[in-house]
């Protein structure tokens, strides 16, 4: 779709755009030099020289965040100054393809043990291209062939799903699971065998802090209820999902009055689930010590392709439905993208148990945990599969017919 830019709408939106992306960068520098304050610190807390190398992840991604940000305030910058938009980059696929088989090369080091502790920096640059790297292969090979609309509406959407979905996300993710966890301190309380522990917890003179760990080896056994887990299993499965495949197209909304085809729908999806995979497993590896850094990195391949593929789906049912006014189309693509993601998520949740061994209680049959690992492989074909036969299925659908346009609707 090309851009218009002579319409009020458009350079609305391109001043909002402007406007998240400065605010977002200028937010991202403010959070980069407290780290830095805190890393070039001489009088360093115990927490903060223990975890040196976390805060330097950190720190990456970080830049990581600025500098992908930036194409998106130098587009709106043109397109307010009535330059013509830049042409997006050809040949992005193969592009993406070779930085795809050169991941082995970057993970060598880690892999023969030749990455020193010295080395942090260089640990955070092979994190973040491990990282990077898959989830940007996935998106181009989900659109390839696709018309994905103009390099400033791309950049948009990532710089949008960064600073405002992300945090909205979260957001809402920790007012519901805040909730969940008053109500299972309540439910606590009653509870006789814990009474004596939280008591000690919460003395006289206030909350101990150094009763945590024994409060929370205290806990443990809570693993083995059946309710406990049901819930937890309800949280990781069903709440998650529910919020992330709802808020991942957020930024779509601001283009359904742009007559949007399904297949620029399926790919502004795509966008959006690549930001938030992006961010999402960046910030997951950065908090990782560099002995579990691989097994992260395996399963975070699986999620980027995983977020991208049922933004997607979400994304061609809004536009196609904002055409031929079919919800029900909306309705059935949202209960199967939380149904898979929610399958992903039960599948990871088991595997972590499996992973953690006698350090709790085995509350899963041991070979379903085990199994847990292929169903997780088997899901991952399957996304796979699912990218490439609905890109192929998307070029060849002709765009359903147009609602009658509305009265007033000066986007036409």
Same mark, same amino acid.
């Given at each position: 779709?090309?851009?218009?830019?002579?319409?009020?709408?458009?350079?609305?939106?391109?001043?909002?755009?402007?406007?998240?992306?400065?605010?977002? &960068?200028?937010?991202?520098?403010?959070?980069?030099?407290?780290?830095?304050?805190?890393?070039?610190?001489?009088?360093?807390?115990?927490?903060?020289?223990?975890?040196?190398?976390?805060?330097?992840?950190?720190?990456?991604?970080?830049?990581?965040?600025?500098?992908?940000a930036i194409p998106s305030v130098t587009s709106a910058l043109r397109s307010l100054a009535g330059l013509p938009p830049r042409r997006p980059a050809r040949h992005k696929f193969l592009a993406a393809t070779i930085a795809l088989l050169l991941i082995p090369v970057f993970l060598l080091p880690e892999i023969t043990g030749g990455l020193e502790s010295s080395n942090s920096w260089l640990a955070a640059i092979i994190n973040i291209l491990t990282v990077a790297i898959p989830i940007w292969w996935f998106l181009e090979l989900g659109r390839l062939r696709v018309n994905s609309g103009s390099a400033q509406r791309q950049w948009g959407l990532y710089t949008f799903s960064t600073?405002?979905?992300?945090?909205? &996300?979260?957001?809402?993710?920790?007012?519901?699971?805040?909730?969940?966890?008053?109500?299972?301190?309540?439910?606590?309380?009653?509870?006789?065998?814990?009474?004596?522990?939280?008591?000690q917890v919460n003395t006289s003179s206030g909350f101990d802090p150094s009763m945590l760990e024994e409060l929370t080896v205290d806990l443990v056994p809570l693993l083995a209820r059946p309710g406990v887990v049901a819930v937890i299993a309800a949280v990781i499965a069903l709440i998650i999902p529910l919020i992330e495949e709802f808020f991942k197209p957020l930024a779509m909304w601001f283009l359904h009055k742009r007559n949007l085809s399904p297949a620029e729908g399926f790919t502004i999806g795509m966008i959006c689930g690549a930001a938030f995979a992006l961010l999402e497993s960046?910030?997951?590896?950065?908090?990782?010590?560099?002995?579990?850094?691989?097994?992260?990195?395996?399963?975070?391949?699986?999620?980027?392709?995983?977020?991208?593929?049922?933004?997607?789906?979400?994304?061609?049912?809004l536009a196609a439905?904002?055409?031929?006014?079919?919800?029900?189309?909306?309705?059935?693509?949202?209960?199967?993208?939380?149904?898979?993601?929610?399958?992903?998520?039960?599948?990871?949740?088991?595997?972590?148990?499996?992973?953690?061994?006698?350090? &709790?209680?085995?509350?899963?049959?041991?070979?379903?945990?085990?199994?847990?690992?292929?169903?997780?492989?088997?899901?991952?074909?399957?996304?796979?599969?699912?990218l490439v036969a609905f890109n192929r299925y998307l070029r060849r659908e002709p765009n359903p017919p147009l609602l009658p346009p509305l009265q007033g609707n000066g986007l036409g």
């Amino acid at each position: 779709m090309t851009q218009t830019s002579a319409t009020a709408p458009s350079r609305a939106l391109t001043i909002t755009q402007l406007v998240v992306s400065v605010l977002g &960068i200028l937010l991202s520098l403010c959070a980069l030099l407290a780290i830095a304050i805190v890393l070039l610190s001489p009088h360093k807390s115990g927490y903060a020289q223990e975890n040196t190398s976390l805060l330097l992840n950190l720190v990456f991604v970080i830049v990581v965040v600025i500098l992908l940000a930036i194409p998106s305030v130098t587009s709106a910058l043109r397109s307010l100054a009535g330059l013509p938009p830049r042409r997006p980059a050809r040949h992005k696929f193969l592009a993406a393809t070779i930085a795809l088989l050169l991941i082995p090369v970057f993970l060598l080091p880690e892999i023969t043990g030749g990455l020193e502790s010295s080395n942090s920096w260089l640990a955070a640059i092979i994190n973040i291209l491990t990282v990077a790297i898959p989830i940007w292969w996935f998106l181009e090979l989900g659109r390839l062939r696709v018309n994905s609309g103009s390099a400033q509406r791309q950049w948009g959407l990532y710089t949008f799903s960064t600073f405002i979905t992300l945090p909205v &996300i979260l957001i809402v993710e920790i007012i519901i699971l805040g909730l969940g966890f008053l109500f299972g301190v309540l439910w606590l309380f009653q509870q006789p065998e814990f009474a004596l522990t939280l008591s000690q917890v919460n003395t006289s003179s206030g909350f101990d802090p150094s009763m945590l760990e024994e409060l929370t080896v205290d806990l443990v056994p809570l693993l083995a209820r059946p309710g406990v887990v049901a819930v937890i299993a309800a949280v990781i499965a069903l709440i998650i999902p529910l919020i992330e495949e709802f808020f991942k197209p957020l930024a779509m909304w601001f283009l359904h009055k742009r007559n949007l085809s399904p297949a620029e729908g399926f790919t502004i999806g795509m966008i959006c689930g690549a930001a938030f995979a992006l961010l999402e497993s960046l910030f997951s590896i950065s908090a990782v010590m560099p002995g579990d850094r691989m097994f992260i990195i395996i399963g975070r391949l699986g999620t980027g392709l995983l977020h991208i593929f049922t933004a997607g789906l979400n994304g061609w049912a809004l536009a196609a439905t904002w055409q031929d006014g079919r919800y029900l189309r909306v309705a059935i693509s949202y209960g199967a993208s939380v149904i898979i993601h929610g399958a992903w998520n039960l599948c990871a949740l088991f595997m972590g148990l499996h992973a953690a061994g006698n350090q &709790i209680p085995h509350i899963v049959d041991p070979a379903l945990s085990s199994a847990s690992v292929w169903a997780l492989l088997g899901i991952a074909v399957f996304l796979l599969g699912g990218l490439v036969a609905f890109n192929r299925y998307l070029r060849r659908e002709p765009n359903p017919p147009l609602l009658p346009p509305l009265q007033g609707n000066g986007l036409g």
